[in-house]
């Protein structure tokens, strides 16, 4: 069966870093773009990066340009994110989510009707 597992939230300060990962099971996800969204309580799930197939094209919402890296390890079949200078805003539940086709790539990758499975999520909390 298809799973995708997030770990590596936590509380950080501003201007601190965390690295996120998400591994996947029960499919090849290199052959799958995968994207990490995030959602706020009381707010809509937004898609912030998206990692492609075989070109390795990585795509980042306007709000994390520059602070937030997208990356697979093929061997280990999952996909992180690096979060460097987090602010406050950046304070989620983050959870990573596999296209549902294999040649979509990251094509609409914000929109939540691409996907067809989803990680459980994992807290991120930046406070002072």
């Known amino acids: 069966q298809v799973q995708l597992v997030e770990s590596g939230g936590g509380l950080v300060q501003p201007g601190g870093s965390l690295r996120l990962s998400c591994a996947a099971s029960?499919?090849?996800?290199?052959?799958?773009?995968i994207t990490w969204f995030r959602q706020a309580p009381g707010k809509e799930r937004e898609g912030v990066s998206c990692i492609g197939t075989s070109d390795g094209n990585t795509y980042y919402a306007d709000s994390v340009v520059g602070r937030f890296t997208i990356s697979r390890d093929n061997a280990k079949n999952t996909v992180y994110l690096q979060m460097d200078s987090l602010i406050p805003g950046d304070t989620a539940v983050y959870y990573c989510?596999?296209?549902?086709?294999?040649?979509?790539?990251?094509?609409?990758?914000?929109?939540?009707?691409?996907?067809?499975?989803w990680g459980q999520g994992t807290q991120v909390t930046v406070s002072s």
């Open positions: 029960g499919f090849t996800a290199d052959y799958y773009a």
């Open positions: 989510a596999k296209k549902a086709r294999s040649s979509s790539g990251c094509r609409q990758y914000q929109m939540y009707r691409e996907y067809n499975a």
